[in-house]
């Protein structure tokens, strides 16, 4: 068996012209261009690639973009200053703290003191209870994404076992609600979870959300189960240098899955699509709109 892949960079550019399409009705029908502020502290090289990305991709769909980058040294005080500035902003619709944050400031502080009406990373813990029972929340954009591609693959997801492996907040945990949600029999599994490869083997949706490279062999995998890999690592590769793999070892789940996530290429670009359709999402609520169709859960 080889397994289809789950094309996320291409899922992620039709999203994004869905976004497109929403943003240029909203202008056009209600004079209205959604705002996403971006809060960057410190030069975390990784978080600087993401907020630029993040920033391009704004603009392209023709949104607002803002962008905050303070020093490592900023106070908690005058980040929090900051943030209450763009909760009453009305041109800003989402904002987006980009983590992990500088030594010395309290992520869960900072998180909490976003509008959870604008909080489009799902993180706000309004937002975390929301989701968890089943009512109207911003979601999780890598969360979203996962589920954006199992619904285009499979269609209905009711009856179907999956296995999170992985318990963060900002995955596992709300990948778990989001099946719940579509009615799959939901298992969670991490590091203390005993025969995890017998567990996985059960199931017919694997997430792998640990962080741990090419965690997950082939021999774990039931034949023809739906895998999507959220991990991204960075190894040694053959010519010296290093490459990017998932928490799957790609190759040997290939053979027994039947559909899977490649990385890069897979989840990664549905995050940024879906932070963007977050927004949009935001905005229509903020003003009183209909929920832009096929944007959110």
């Given at each position: ?5 789950l ?8 999203l ?6 929403h943003?240029?009705r909203?202008k056009?029908?209600h ?5 996403l ?5 410190g ?7 993401y907020?630029?990305?993040k ?13 905050h980058?303070?020093p490592?040294?900023?106070?908690e ?5 900051l943030?209450?500035q763009?909760n ?7 904002i ?9 400031l ?7 003191t976003?509008?959870?009406?604008k ?7 309004s ?21 954006m ?22 995955v ?9 949600g ?5 298992t969670?599994?991490?590091?203390r ?14 997430v ?7 965690m ?5 995998i ?33 053979t027994?899955?039947g559909?899977i996530?490649p990385?890069?290429?897979?989840v ?14 935001a ?7 209909a ?6 859960v």
């Amino acid at each position: 068996m080889t397994a289809h892949i789950l094309d996320g960079k291409a899922f992620a550019a039709k999203l994004r012209t869905q976004v497109a399409t929403h943003v240029a009705r909203l202008k056009a029908d209600h004079g209205i261009v959604p705002g996403l502020a971006v809060v960057l502290v410190g030069d975390d090289p990784a978080s600087q690639v993401y907020v630029r990305s993040k920033g391009k991709m704004t603009v392209e769909v023709g949104m607002q973009s803002f962008e905050h980058r303070l020093p490592d040294t900023t106070s908690e005080a005058d980040l929090l200053a900051l943030i209450a500035q763009l909760n009453a902003d009305p041109a800003v619709h989402g904002i987006l703290v980009q983590l992990p944050l500088p030594a010395g400031l309290n992520s869960d502080l900072v998180i909490n003191t976003i509008d959870p009406a604008k909080d489009v990373d799902g993180f706000h813990i309004s937002n975390v209870g929301l989701l968890g029972t089943g009512q109207k929340a911003m979601v999780p954009c890598t969360p979203l994404g996962c589920l954006m591609l199992l619904r285009d693959h499979h269609g209905s997801l009711a009856g179907k076992h999956a296995v999170v492996i992985g318990r963060s907040n900002i995955v596992g945990k709300p990948m778990a609600q989001l099946l719940l949600g579509d009615s799959c029999t939901v298992t969670i599994a991490h590091s203390r979870t005993a025969d995890l490869a017998g567990l996985v083997r059960q199931a017919d949706i694997v997430v792998a959300a640990v962080g741990r490279a090419q965690m997950v062999p082939g021999a774990w995998i039931k034949p023809g189960a739906t895998v999507i890999d959220v991990g991204i690592n960075r190894i040694a590769a053959d010519d010296c240098g290093t490459r990017l793999v998932g928490d799957v070892d790609f190759d040997s789940c290939a053979t027994v899955a039947g559909a899977i996530t490649p990385v890069p290429g897979g989840v990664g670009p549905m995050t940024i699509a879906c932070l963007l359709a977050n927004t949009v999402t935001a905005c229509s609520r903020a003003n009183g709109l209909a929920e832009p169709e096929g944007l959110t859960v």
